[in-house]
T-cell receptor, first 121, second 113 residues
Framework: GAVVSQHPSWVICKSGTSVKIECRSL??????MFWYRQFPKQSLMLMAT?????????EQGVEKDKFLINHASLTLSTLTVTSAHPEDSSFYIC?????????????????FGAGSRLTVL | GENVEQHPSTLSVQEGDSAVIKCTYS??????FPWYKQELGKRPQLIID?????GEKKDQRIAVTLNKTAKHFSLHITETQPEDSAVYFC????????????FGTGTKLQVIP
């Protein structure tokens, strides 16, 4: 089945530094990937839609200069949290629609990476 | 944009009983409704989905129902087992799931042995 790999699984950094998270589709091509943020005991909040070869589409309220997204190839999207602060500490998770895989209803299945837990000290 | 509401936020049932989680959506263009199960510390996994041209779908102990007119959809788990304990998310998407997926707020299900 479709596999989305995400690294690192956890990262601790100092306030003011930048952190890059990678999301790879291992056995399929993904022209679109989605980046979500999940706070403890809360839902998945869509941050942005990453589009291969073009600019990402950010959701309302998400700072595009703070959360840089690059989707340089059909199998890789990166999220860079710039000048991280403690309030950026969260669980970041990427996902992609598998082009090959079809869900039980015939629609593409949204497959998630394992997530990256960011702690900013 | 789409807004998905989910209830209840927590649900405790005795093993063997049934569990029902309900969701509503706002965008009439939504036509694909997946349900995800997220165990503690793990990624969400698709457990069942339904399209708007179908009113009900069943897969073993899990069933989903959809009322397009009322913009309601529900997840039903029968004969619950301890391994069903997890957080369940409903979601809605347009264009058969090709567009962005909006998630509900989640339901933490606890099955008591």
């Amino acid at each position: 089945g479709a596999v989305v790999s995400q690294h690192p699984s956890w990262v601790i950094c100092k306030s003011g530094t930048s952190v890059k998270i990678e999301c790879r589709s291992l056995d399929f091509q993904a022209t679109t990937m989605f980046w979500y943020r999940q706070f403890p005991k809360q839902s998945l909040m869509l941050m942005a839609t990453s589009n291969e070869g073009s600019k990402a589409t950010y959701e309302q309220g998400v700072e595009k200069d703070k959360f840089l997204i690059n989707h340089a190839s059909l199998t890789l999207s990166t999220l860079t949290v710039t000048s991280a602060h403690p309030e950026d500490s969260s669980f970041y998770i990427c996902s992609a629609h598998s082009i090959r895989g079809l869900g039980p209803s015939g629609a593409n299945v949204l497959t998630f990476g394992a997530g990256s837990r960011l702690t900013v000290l | 944009g789409e807004n998905v509401e989910q209830h209840p936020s927590t649900l405790s049932v005795q093993e063997g009983d049934s569990a029902v989680i309900k969701c509503t959506y706002s965008d009439s263009a939504s036509n694909y409704f997946p349900w995800y199960k997220q165990e503690l510390g793990k990624r969400p996994q698709l457990i069942i989905d339904i399209r708007s041209n179908v009113g009900e779908k069943k897969d073993q102990r899990i069933a989903v129902t959809l009322n397009k007119t009322a913009k309601h959809f529900s997840l039903h788990i029968t004969e619950t087992q301890p391994e069903d304990s997890a957080v369940y998310f409903c979601a809605a998407s347009a264009a058969g799931g090709y567009q962005k997926v909006t998630f509900g707020t989640g339901t933490k299900l606890q099955v008591i042995p």
